[in-house]
């Protein structure tokens, strides 16, 4: 059974990065052909997808949020990061990861497996 946990600061203030891990278990991100992706939900709105990386480790991003975001993954702690910089109260969200067989989706049903979500805060 494969497990998603996310972690990172719960508040940050604006013009800060945030940066959030995806503790992987239960199943390594080098394996397979999947997608591990970052997706948020504002609040009152619906999933939106950020950024995925591959088991093989390319990386994609969301159009509107490439020129802020990053991902990066590290094999050893079968981990991978999300990086969001310049960030504004409209990124205060639940962050969530998520593993898909392919990425940019903004459905809950393309993604077999979450994290429970994490809460970000964005505010002075």
């Known amino acids: 059974q494969v497990q998603l946990q996310e972690s990172g600061p719960g508040l940050v203030k604006p013009s800060q990065t945030l940066s959030l891990t995806c503790t992987v278990s239960?199943?390594?991100?080098?394996?397979?052909?999947?997608?591990w992706n970052w997706i948020r939900q504002p609040p009152g709105k619906g999933l939106e997808w950020m950024a995925g990386?591959?088991?093989?480790?390319?990386?994609v991003y969301s159009s509107s949020l490439k020129s802020r975001t990053s991902i990066s993954r590290d094999t050893s702690k079968n981990q991978f990061t999300l990086q969001l910089s310049s960030v504004t109260p409209e990124d205060t969200a639940v962050y969530y990861c998520?593993?898909?067989?392919?990425?940019?989706?903004?459905?809950?049903?393309?993604?077999?497996?979450w994290g429970q979500g994490t809460q970000v805060t964005v505010s002075s």
């Open positions: 998520a593993r898909g067989l392919d990425v940019g989706s903004d459905h809950q049903k393309d993604y077999d497996y």
């Open positions: 239960g199943g390594s991100i080098t394996a397979g052909y999947y997608y």
């Open positions: 990386i591959a088991s093989s480790g390319y990386t």
